[in-house]
């Protein structure tokens, strides 16, 4: 079975700019999870979606958003992007039926630099 | 205070050494416990998993979970220098997202 996919691997954008990473999951699987990671305050839980619906959400500001598709595959919106925005963006994919103890499955990430 | 806390390091050991790697936790009501191992530009990859308190071994790893002082160790034996990496530690509640640590980094020297 084909793992976590996430593209792209890599961005640069500047400051005030929006982004959108996707991610498609195992197959099979219907939750998508997606996390920021940064040295300081390690991984950071975004928002979680099952069956196209937010089932979870972080304290994150608005200007993080996510959706998911029928698929499964999702994709995450940063708009206005600030500086403290570089991370790296993990989604994570799970099978879906009991969120918070089924085994979650993550991508390599996109690494995100705004300058 | 966060929900878990986990030591950054990093550590340095010598091939073949016991490690230790802790985390502590503030919220009671975690039930599920698990350790993640990340090589560089890589994503998590889930080491071990436990439920409650005790003890779970796999292979050179050991997981112990004490919840009365809400605390989490993985053990690693006869470590190895593929063991070089950063060490992950989350923990959960039914129902509810995964609160992660912020990672030990660990270099093993052959």
């Known amino acids: 079975k084909a793992g976590v996919t996430q593209t792209p691997r890599y961005l640069i954008k500047t400051r005030g700019q929006q982004v959108t990473l996707s991610c498609s999951p195992i197959?099979?699987?219907?939750?998508v999870s997606w996390y920021q990671q940064t040295p300081g305050q390690g991984l950071q839980f975004l928002f979680e979606?099952?069956?196209?619906?937010?089932?979870n959400k972080g304290n994150f500001p608005g200007r993080f958003s996510g959706r998911q598709f029928s698929n499964s595959r999702s994709e995450m919106n940063v708009s206005t992007l600030e500086l403290g925005d570089s991370a790296l963006y993990l989604c994570?994919?799970?099978?879906?039926?009991?969120?918070?103890?089924?085994?979650?499955?993550f991508g390599p990430g996109t690494r995100l630099l705004v300058l | 205070q966060k929900e878990v806390e986990q030591d950054p390091g990093p550590l340095s050991v010598p091939e073949g050494a016991i490690v230790s790697l802790n985390c502590t936790y503030s919220?009671?009501?975690?039930?599920?416990f698990m350790w993640y191992r990340q090589y560089s530009r890589k994503g998590p990859e889930l080491l071990m998993y436990?439920?409650?308190?005790g003890n779970k071994e796999d292979g050179r790893f050991t997981a112990q979970v004490d919840k009365s002082s809400k605390y989490i160790s993985l053990f690693i034996r006869d470590s190895q220098p593929s063991d070089s990496a950063t060490y992950l530690c989350?923990?959960?509640?039914?129902?509810?997202?995964?609160?992660f640590g912020t990672g030990t980094s660990l270099t093993v020297i052959p």
């Open positions: 994570a994919s799970s099978l879906g039926g009991s969120p918070g103890v089924e085994t979650q499955y």
């Open positions: 197959s099979g699987h219907r939750s």
């Open positions: 979606y099952f069956s196209e619906t937010q089932r």
């Open positions: 919220n009671s009501a975690f039930q599920y």
């Open positions: 436990t439920y409650s308190s």
């Open positions: 989350a923990m959960s509640v039914p129902g509810n997202q995964f609160y």
